[in-house]
């Protein structure tokens, strides 16, 4: 059931849009959380903050996580020559670098109601 949400291959209605935007943002905050505290325990951060407070390696994963999905999305559904795809990309990762990894996933996940 979970890889048919996060099938980014596939064309989804605004339901399944809505699903896909909360399933990503549940592995996001779990792989975050863990990288975290791994690079933490490590010693390679020090003071990281929380997911949803924005600390600043969070930030960063969440805008690495947001690029690599929307690239996964645009090549897979061979929408890289589409402008509009493109532009929706750029907003999604500078909405989660500038604001929220919470608001920049939007219009990722908006991408992925469009037809080809």
Same mark, same amino acid.
């Given at each position: 059931?979970?890889?048919?949400?996060?099938?980014? /291959?596939?064309?989804?209605?605004?339901?399944?849009?809505?699903?896909?935007?909360?399933?990503?943002?549940?592995?996001?905050?779990?792989?975050?959380?863990?990288?975290?505290?791994?690079? /933490?325990?490590?010693?390679v951060?020090?003071?990281?903050?929380?997911?949803?407070?924005?600390?600043?390696?969070?930030?960063?994963?969440?805008?690495?996580?947001?690029?690599?999905?929307?690239?996964?999305?645009?090549?897979?559904?061979?929408?890289?020559?589409?402008?509009?795809?493109?532009?929706?990309?750029?907003?999604?990762?500078?909405f989660?670098?500038?604001?929220?990894?919470?608001?920049?996933?939007?219009?990722?996940?908006?991408?992925?109601?469009l037809?080809?």
């Amino acid at each position: 059931m979970i890889g048919k949400i996060l099938d980014v /291959g596939s064309h989804k209605t605004l339901t399944g849009g809505l699903w896909f935007y909360i399933v990503t943002l549940t592995l996001l905050v779990g792989i975050s959380t863990t990288l975290v505290h791994f690079l /933490g325990m490590v010693g390679v951060v020090d003071s990281t903050g929380t997911f949803f407070g924005g600390g600043e390696i969070h930030t960063l994963i969440g805008t690495v996580f947001t690029l690599l999905v929307s690239g996964l999305i645009l090549t897979s559904r061979n929408l890289t020559s589409d402008i509009f795809s493109v532009l929706l990309v750029a907003v999604g990762v500078y909405f989660t670098y500038t604001t929220s990894v919470m608001i920049g996933l939007i219009p990722i996940a908006l991408l992925t109601t469009l037809k080809k």
